[in-house]
Every structure is written in structure tokens, then in C-alpha cells.
């Protein structure tokens, strides 16, 4: 049984929206912090979107700020990006990550501890 199961990826027009979702298999949300990523095929993950356990405090990649969200239900143990306005750039696999402990809000890939599978998202255009 995976730690992290992502899901909502598909197949979308470009301007349209997806609501991807990371959910915590069989365990509390206990995690300090979460992460979205996303990885095309021959170049690094980057991260797009974190925010924190404790107080819901977000943080965006610049290019990502005012088109995606996170979020979190603490009752559903999900963590949810909302991808508004897709663009074919957005194209790429999209990997949730959970860090047990944490300070500042950070993409470094060393910070997180556990990773989803990853759920595809295409955006044509």
C-alpha cells in the first residue's frame, strides 16, 4: 500500500481546469509539510506548491501564483491541487511529497521524505 496516492490527472484543452489530489493510504495527516511537483521527461522536478500542516500557510512557485491552489482537508487526509487556465507547458507528471519536519517553505527535493507514484495531466493545446 502506497504512503501517498495522487490523483485527478487526465487529459485537458488547454484553459481548462483539474483538481489533482494527494491522499495519506491508511494514516493520519501527520506530516509537517506537503508538496506539489511536477516532472517532464529529461528535466528536473520542480516544485510548484507547498503548504503547511499546522496553520495552512502556502507558498508558490512564481510561474504557477494565481493560476494553481493548494489546499488541505484535514478531515479527508487530502491535499489538493487546483490547476486553473492550463497551459501545454503545464504537461508533465504531477508528484505530491509529504517532509515530517520543516521550517521555511522549500522545493529542495532532499526536504521531503515521501512521494507519491505521480499522476499524469496533458494539456493540449
Known amino acids: 500500500q502506497e504512503p501517498l496516492v495522487e490523483s485527478g490527472g487526465g487529459l485537458v484543452q488547454a484553459g481548462e481546469s483539474l483538481r489533482l489530489s494527494c491522499t495519506a493510504s491508511?494514516?493520519?495527516?501527520?506530516?509537517?509539510?506537503t508538496a506539489w511537483f511536477r516532472q517532464i521527461p529529461g528535466k528536473e522536478r520542480e516544485g510548484l506548491a507547498w503548504i503547511n500542516s499546522m496553520d495552512s500557510k502556502t507558498y508558490y512557485k512564481d510561474s504557477v501564483k494565481g493560476r494553481f491552489t493548494i489546499s488541505r482537508d484535514k478531515f479527508k487526509n487530502t491535499v489538493y491541487l487546483q490547476m486553473n487556465s492550463l497551459k501545454a507547458d503545464d504537461t508533465a507528471v504531477y508528484y505530491c511529497?509529504?517532509?515530517?519536519?520543516?521550517?521555511?517553505?522549500?522545493?529542495?527535493?532532499?526536504?521531503?521524505?515521501?512521494w507519491g507514484q505521480g499522476t499524469q495531466v496533458t494539456v493540449s493545446s
Open positions: 511529497a509529504t517532509a515530517s519536519t520543516g521550517g521555511r517553505p522549500t522545493f529542495n527535493l532532499d526536504s521531503y521524505d515521501t
Open positions: 491508511g494514516r493520519q495527516w501527520d506530516y509537517y509539510a
